[in-house]
């Protein structure tokens, strides 16, 4: 089992920034991949961008490239979401989610990580609001 706990959101003006944290704990050594997920009131869950615990891969949704940056460190068990000229359409509940088996192998360039069922626990989310 992996626990996952997000911190980090808030409400925050249309350009500005937030740096989202999710510690895990518990059988973290197990992990394979991390990433970062969001729902939007009616929407359903849509990917981010997501992270290798081995060699540093990263993946990110098109929406949010040049404008999030995803980061790890293996050492305190933390993943990290910067969000830089955040907009209106970013506002959701932001949920991390880790992979124990799918990406031990698989490159994110041959199998993308986009889809929900890759991951075997999720956080109880975090709500970040952003006003125009």
């Known amino acids: 089992q992996v626990q996952l706990v997000e911190s980090g959101g808030g409400l925050v003006q249309a350009g500005g920034s937030l740096r989202l944290s999710c510690a895990a704990s518990?059988?973290?050594?197990?992990?394979?991949?991390m990433g970062w997920f969001r729902q939007a009131p009616g929407k359903e869950r849509e990917f981010v961008a997501a992270i290798k615990w081995s060699d540093f891969e990263i993946y990110y949704a098109d929406s949010v490239k040049g404008r999030f940056t995803i980061s790890r460190d293996n050492r305190n068990n933390l993943m990290y979401l910067q969000m830089n000229s955040l907009k209106p359409e970013d506002t959701a509940v932001y949920y991390c989610?880790?992979?124990?088996?799918?990406?031990?192998?698989?490159?994110?360039?041959?199998?993308?990580?986009?889809?929900?069922?890759?991951?075997?626990?999720w956080g109880q989310g975090t709500q970040v609001t952003v006003s125009s």
């Open positions: 518990g059988r973290t050594f197990s992990m394979a991949a």
């Open positions: 989610a880790a992979d124990m088996e799918s990406f031990r192998a698989a490159s994110f360039s041959t199998m993308t990580p986009k889809y929900r069922y890759f991951y075997d626990f």
